[in-house]
């Protein structure tokens, strides 16, 4: 059986970790750097950042 959490290593500060997080206005999951909280969509999409709004709804992130 495969392990599914594995830790993704934040692409933008090589030091973090992305951690998953659920939006609290639209309810849907991202992931975000527990070093420099960067946000992207989904660990396999960290090309795209969205830095502190929801990938999904744009609302702001505290």
Known sequence: M???NREIICPFC???VLKK???KKCGKGFVMCDECESIYRDGESS???FF????HC???ID
């Open 2 to 4: 495969e392990n599914t």
């Open 14 to 16: 090589d030091e973090g």
């Open 21 to 23: 997080i659920n939006c």
């Open 47 to 49: 090309d795209d950042e």
């Open 52 to 55: 502190s709004a929801c990938p």
């Open 58 to 60: 744009g609302a702001e």
